[in-house]
C-alpha cells in the first residue's frame, strides 16, 4: 500500500490544498509541458482545473473517445470545459481499445490488458511524445489505490503504489495531485475550484468506462446495448438521492418471449447505491413503481432485454461495479 496519508474531509483546508497542489504540479512539471487525462468525472476534472491554474497553456487536456463512453458524454464534456476556459482536444481511439478488448472475459485482463494497456502505453505514450511533455495529470484518489492494493480489483490509474515505475513502462512521469482524497473530499474541492454542479456532483463513472459494465466480452454492440439501458436508468433515477447508479449486461441469454414465442434475450441488472465514499454501499430503497417503470422501458426500447433484475446486496460482499 502507498505511504500516502489520507486527509479525510472533515479535515480538508480546500484553500490551503489548492495553493500547496498548484506548486506541486508546477514543481513537477519545471519548464515542460504536461498533459492532463480528462475522462468528465469529478476526479479528473479537479486535477485538469488544477493543472490548468498552475500551468496555463503549458498544459495540455486530452479527453480519449474510446468507444466506451456514455451517450454524447464527450461531446458535453468538451462543452462544460470550454465555459470555463480550458481547451480539450479528443483523440478518436475507439478502434485500438475494441481490438484490445476482443475475446477478453476476464475481468481483471479486461482492466489491465483491454483498459489500462492501450490507455497509457499507446493513446498517452504517444500523445506525450508528440506534445514534449514530461508528465501526466491524472485523478487518482485513495480508494482507487486502496482496492488495488487490497486485491479486491486492479483499477486502471495505479502504477507507482503497486511498484510500477510509470516512467521505465510508459515513458512519462505520472502526478496525482489527489492522491490522498477520497470522493466526498474531492467534490469538496471541486466547489471551491467553482465547477458548476454538474460536474462537482457527478455521480462516480469507472476509469474502464462501460467495459465495467459489461459481464463478458466487450464488444461494439454489446456496448451499444448497455449504453442505451445506462440512458434509461440515468434517466429515470436523476432525481434519485444515492451515490450510484448503473445498468449492467449480463453474459448470458436468458428465455423470455416476444409476439407470443419464446424468444432467448439479454439480462439488464440495475444498480443503485447509498455510499459515503465508495468503501462501503447498500442497495437505495427505491420503490417498487419507479423499478417497474424502468423495466418496463428497458424491454420496449432496448428490444434484445427480455429480463431486469435489481442488485439488493451490501458492499462488501458485492461490489458497486460488476466488474
Not at 462543452?79 to 475494441?98: C, Q, S, T, Y
Request: proline residues 6%; negative net charge.
Amino acid at each position: 500500500m502507498s505511504s500516502v496519508k489520507e486527509i479525510p474531509l472533515d479535515t480538508l483546508d480546500a484553500d490551503s490544498f489548492v495553493r500547496e497542489q498548484e506548486e506541486a504540479i508546477r514543481a513537477v512539471a519545471g519548464d515542460d509541458m504536461a498533459i492532463s487525462a480528462l475522462s468528465g468525472g469529478v476526479d479528473s476534472a479537479v486535477v485538469t482545473l488544477l493543472g490548468h491554474r498552475a500551468l496555463g497553456d503549458r498544459l495540455k487536456t486530452y479527453i480519449v473517445e474510446n468507444g466506451l463512453m456514455r451517450e454524447g458524454e464527450v461531446e458535453r464534456v468538451v462543452a462544460w470545459f470550454a465555459k470555463l476556459g480550458v481547451p480539450v482536444e479528443v483523440v478518436d481511439a475507439r478502434d485500438k481499445f475494441f481490438a484490445a478488448l476482443k475475446g477478453v472475459t476476464d475481468p481483471e485482463e479486461k482492466r489491465e490488458k483491454g483498459i489500462t494497456q492501450v490507455f497509457y502505453k499507446d493513446v498517452f505514450a504517444s500523445l506525450v511524445k508528440e506534445s514534449g511533455a514530461k508528465v501526466l495529470l491524472q485523478g487518482t484518489i485513495f480508494t482507487d489505490v486502496e482496492e488495488t492494493a487490497a486485491g479486491i480489483k486492479r483499477q486502471h490509474n495505479v502504477f507507482e503504489q503497486i511498484g510500477i515505475d510509470p516512467q521505465q513502462a510508459f515513458g512519462y512521469r505520472v502526478a496525482e495531485p489527489i492522491l490522498a482524497l477520497r470522493k466526498p473530499a474531492v467534490r469538496a474541492l471541486a466547489r471551491a475550484l467553482g465547477l458548476p454542479p454538474e460536474i462537482s456532483e457527478r455521480p462516480p463513472f469507472p476509469g474502464p468506462a462501460l467495459a465495467a459494465r459489461v459481464v463478458g466480452e466487450a464488444t461494439p454492440e454489446r456496448v451499444a446495448l448497455v449504453r442505451k439501458a445506462t440512458a434509461i436508468v440515468e434517466e429515470a433515477l436523476a432525481g434519485v438521492s444515492a451515490f450510484q447508479h448503473m445498468a449492467i449486461l449480463h453474459a448470458d441469454l436468458v428465455t423470455g418471449i416476444r409476439d407470443g414465442r419464446r424468444a432467448f434475450g439479454r439480462q439488464i441488472e440495475i444498480r443503485c447505491w447509498d455510499s459515503a465514499d465508495a468503501v462501503t454501499a447498500a442497495p437505495t430503497a427505491l420503490p417498487f413503481p419507479l423499478l417497474r417503470q424502468m423495466a418496463d422501458r428497458l424491454v420496449a426500447e432496448v428490444p434484445e432485454v427480455v429480463s431486469v433484475t435489481y442488485n439488493i446486496a451490501t458492499k462488501p460482499p458485492s461490489c458497486i461495479e460488476a466488474v
